[in-house]
């Protein structure tokens, strides 16, 4: 079993729609939680970050997290075509690995006009 | 600019002949990583820092090598390439606390090529 697990796309959404991106993890200890945006050629970049069970909100972005579940999403609302981009997960464990980053092997997005 | 620099960006060489791509922030972060992204596979973690003269391993790191002895400065070395160590190699630094890194902040990309 992977480490952080995406769900597979690539995903194609209507503008407007909501786009809904999953991640698990493994590690129950795991401690942090990152979605960043890759488009294509670019570096990523941080979408949002989230630590605690629930749901933050910033903008169209929404990160829920339930640890129990060790599930981790992130919803866009009213997708635009210019978030269509590659969008990973990533997992820090904390601890004694507290360095160690795992990302998701990614999830395609696109959102067609 | 706050930024992360690599260098070179693109890099065309032969088996076994010694490399260094070099990484540098300005934005005074403790922590810094050397990341591969290859087709299918997502990012992998190759090698870490947490601070000055303070390094491990990742999910990757045979074959590469790292030092850290500025906090501004994490280059990674390959002491003798191989054609699987072709990738586009990503550099990151950010803030750090007890439960790791924080946001990372991506330098632009480093295409290698080993023939």
């Known amino acids: 079993q992977k480490e952080v697990e995406q769900n597979s796309g690539p995903l194609s959404v209507p503008e407007g729609a909501i786009a809904s991106l999953n991640c698990t993890y493994s590690?129950?200890?795991?401690?942090?939680f990152f979605w960043y945006r890759q488009y294509s050629g670019k570096s990523p970049e941080l979408i949002m970050s989230?630590?605690?069970?629930g749901d933050k909100e910033d903008g169209r972005f929404t990160a829920q997290l339930n640890k129990a579940s060790q599930y981790v999403s992130l919803l866009i609302r009213d997708s635009q075509p210019s978030d269509s981009a590659t969008y990973l997960c990533?997992?820090?464990?904390?601890?004694?690995?507290?360095?160690?980053?795992?990302f998701g092997d990614g999830t395609t997005l696109t959102v067609k006009p | 600019e706050a930024q992360v620099t690599q260098n070179p960006r693109y890099l065309i060489t032969v088996t076994g002949k010694k490399l260094t791509v070099t990484c540098s922030q300005n934005?005074?972060?403790?922590?810094m990583s050397w990341y591969r992204q290859d087709p299918g596979l997502g990012l992998r973690q190759i090698y870490y820092?947490?601070?000055?003269?303070?390094?491990d391993k990742g999910d990757v790191p045979e074959g590469y090598k790292v030092s850290r002895k500025e906090k501004r400065n994490f280059p990674l070395i390959l002491e003798s390439p191989s054609p699987n160590q072709t990738s586009l190699y990503f550099c990151?630094?950010?803030?750090?606390?007890?439960?790791?890194?924080?946001?990372?902040?991506f330098g632009p990309g480093t295409r290698l090529t080993v023939t």
């Open positions: 990151a630094s950010s803030l750090s606390g007890l439960g790791g890194p924080y946001e990372q902040y």
């Open positions: 590690d129950r200890g795991s401690q942090s």
């Open positions: 989230i630590y605690s069970n």
């Open positions: 990533a997992v820090n464990v904390g601890g004694t690995n507290a360095g160690k980053s795992t």
């Open positions: 934005m005074n972060h403790e922590y």
């Open positions: 820092s947490m601070n000055v003269e303070v390094t």
